[in-house]
């Protein structure tokens, strides 16, 4: 398999094939992602929920995201590693860029994914790439920001709200993201993201239309406690092993079959 890139990706999207792009957390799972095929790895800060069992992703530490960064990294040859800058991690542009080395430099990413879109995220995007780090932009339903939206909340779906979202992407784009994810925003607002920008869009909760899906592996796996979430889909039920359901995760994204209008919201 030929390495995934940064350009790589950019040429998936011109050409409409989909990206596929799933969480991991330590080298056993990198390595069933990498053998599936799938193109991202995401060392999420939803590891704080899933591996932790922490209520929110906020107290994930950057040491905690550097270490399971790396371990991650042992897994993987070709997949394209993607490591969360952490809650307050990029509270200004130099804790941002220091954060960006150790998860690059020490751990081994080849792309930082940031949240949001106000100046100092903004300021930060435009640094790291500066600096040649690729970043991965996050908007809509950004888990950092549970607080301040009161609780995990489809974002962008009144009108305004929607153009919020929209001039947010155009300014992550601008400031020179290389991928966004877009979670838990109406399917319409999803298409309409992923038409309006050049940089590939991967949705999460936001419709079939976008240039590639991510999910929580815990998630597809169906082994995360509690409800499964609407945007999700037990990819292990019937199958006979993890291989197998991530493989059909990738298969699904690739044809279009995930995510169905029932994992979507309108
Ligand atoms: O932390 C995470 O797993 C994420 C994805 C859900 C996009 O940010
Ligand atoms: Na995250």
New binding site residues.
């Given amino acids: 398999r030929r390495p995934v890139t940064v350009p790589g990706l950019h040429v998936m999207k011109a050409e409409g094939r989909k990206i596929v792009?799933l969480?991991a957390y330590d080298a056993s799972f990198a390595a069933q992602i990498e053998h599936a095929g799938v193109d991202v790895a995401?060392v999420?800060?939803?590891?704080g929920m899933v591996v932790q069992g922490q209520r929110s992703?906020l107290p994930v530490t950057l040491d905690q995201m550097v270490y399971h960064t790396t371990l991650v990294a042992r897994g993987l040859t070709a997949t394209l590693l993607v490591a969360?800058m952490p809650f307050m991690a990029d509270r200004d542009v130099a804790h941002a860029l220091e954060a960006g080395a150790r998860l690059i430099g020490e751990a081994g990413a080849a792309m930082i994914?940031i949240?949001g879109a106000a100046p100092h995220i903004l300021a930060s995007i435009h640094a790291l790439t500066e600096r040649a780090i690729p970043v991965c932009a996050?908007l809509g339903l950004t888990?950092q920001s549970v607080h301040k939206f009161g609780g995990y909340k489809v974002q962008g779906r009144a009108q305004e709200a929607a153009e919020r979202v929209l001039g947010e992407a155009h300014a992550v784009q601008q400031a020179g993201a290389s991928i966004l994810?877009l979670?838990g925003v109406p399917m319409a607002l999803g298409e309409r993201i992923t038409k309006a920008l050049e940089i590939p869009v991967?949705g999460?909760g936001a419709g079939p239309q976008c240039d590639g899906q991510?999910?929580?592996v815990y998630d597809m796996l169906g082994i995360t406690p509690g409800k499964r979430p609407k945007f999700s889909k037990d990819f292990l039920a019937g199958r006979g092993s993890i291989g197998e359901a991530i493989a059909a995760y990738a298969d699904d994204v690739r044809s279009g079959a995930f995510p169905a209008a029932e994992h979507s919201y309108n």
Avoid at 44 to 47: I, P, Q, R, Y
């Fill in positions: 792009m969480t995401l999420g800060d939803s590891l992703t969360d994914k949240e996050h888990p994810v979670e991967i999460i991510v999910l929580v």
